[in-house]
């Protein structure tokens, strides 16, 4: 089946470090998103990509940096100019391209949840 | 620009037990309106979705019909289960900003007890 996969489920972060979650979909989607949700509270836009080798900063994209060199795979680096990178990290993908797929939903994984040691 | 507000949760239940939870929106273009529900660790999953106005999304015993005229899309379920304790977001996406951002509310919880 399509989907989203996100690695690792649970990450660790050291102070100074940076860290990268994967993202990766083989929904053949050419928009990808990375959002940050805090406990109870809603999700923010931290990049997003509308085609390979394009990407564009979201809301609070301070701290973080993406890539997007592979349609499938759009990894997020958590760097350690993030003062405060504890959050749950969702990525997404939709299909997209010339014309409106504004009524595309978007597709989600599960999740990678990041803690500093 | 574009914002989605929703009721504030946590909204509590017990079984069988009738569900509203409001939304309502702004937008400059023609949204699509959406809701999302998320599990506990989990990402969010597609509920339903309605593209027009007066379109009414249903999935699983939710409904939600997309009202222009009260710029709204309201979630409800005749009967809720324990099963359906969980987070719901409700968003859209607008043609009129090119379609590729989701403007996601800020959810609400709902508990539902047996």
């Known amino acids: 089946d399509g989907g989203i996969t996100q690695s690792p489920k649970y990450l660790f972060r050291k102070e100074g470090q940076n860290v990268t979650l994967s993202c990766e979909q083989n929904l053949n989607h050419d928009a990808m998103y990375w959002y940050r949700q805090d406990p109870g509270q809603g999700l923010r836009l931290i990049y997003y990509?509308?085609?390979?080798?394009?990407?564009q900063k979201g809301d609070i994209a301070e701290g973080y940096s993406v890539s997007r060199e592979k349609k499938e795979s759009f990894p997020l680096t958590v760097t350690s100019a993030q003062k405060n990178p504890t959050a749950f990290y969702l990525c997404a993908s939709r299909a997209s391209g010339r014309g409106d797929y504004s009524n595309q939903p978007q597709h989600f994984g599960d999740g990678t949840r990041l803690s500093i040691l | 620009g574009d914002s989605v507000t929703q009721m504030e949760g946590p909204v509590t239940l017990s079984e069988e037990a009738f569900l509203t939870i409001n939304c309502t929106y702004t937008?400059?273009?023609?949204?699509?309106l959406f809701w999302y529900v998320q599990y506990p660790g989990e990402g969010l999953q597609l509920l339903l979705k309605?593209?027009?106005?007066?379109d009414k999304g249903s999935n699983k015993g939710f409904e939600a019909t997309y009202r222009k005229e009260t710029t709204s899309f309201h979630l409800e379920k005749g009967s809720v289960q324990v099963s359906d304790s969980a987070v719901y977001f409700c968003a859209l996406s607008d043609r009129g900003t090119g379609g590729f951002k989701t403007i996601f509310g800020a959810g609400t919880r709902l508990f539902v007890k047996a």
């Open positions: 937008a400059t273009g023609y949204p699509s």
């Open positions: 309605a593209t027009k106005a007066d």
């Open positions: 990509s509308q085609i390979v080798n394009d990407f």
